[in-house]
């Protein structure tokens, strides 16, 4: 009767052990698929990385641009020179006694 008994406890443990082992490792999938595949998981991660770098390469081509402007603009503020080009190549204005000559582009 004694072995009985304790065969049956074992068996017990064993199958207790078993469904403990399932369930850690039902838990355990999850726990990783989430952490791969998940909206904070890794993948996602990756791909906000290659967001934030593509967006700090597009800030400093930006913060470029906007010096050049500043250059630009502190040149039309303090130089007369700066706004005779400008008047010259985008309003196509001349001084008195010069003569403009269009030339067509040629299209490639």
């Known amino acids: 009767m004694r072995n009985r008994v ?3 406890v074992d068996r017990e443990r064993k199958r207790r052990h078993a469904i403990y082992a399932a369930v850690f490792v ?3 999938a999850y726990v990783g698929a989430n952490f791969l595949l998940g909206d904070m998981g890794y993948l996602s991660y990756k791909k906000l990385l290659g967001s934030a770098d593509g967006i700090r390469t597009e800030l400093a081509g930006i913060k470029e641009k906007n010096a050049a402007l ?5 040149a039309l503020k303090n130089d007369p020179n700066a706004i005779e080009v400008i008047a010259r190549r985008d309003l196509g204005l001349a001084k008195p006694g010069e003569k403009i000559y269009d030339y067509p582009e040629e299209k490639k």
């Open 26 to 28: 039902i838990v355990a």
């Open 70 to 74: 500043r250059r630009e603009v502190e």
């Open 6 to 8: 304790k065969n049956q």
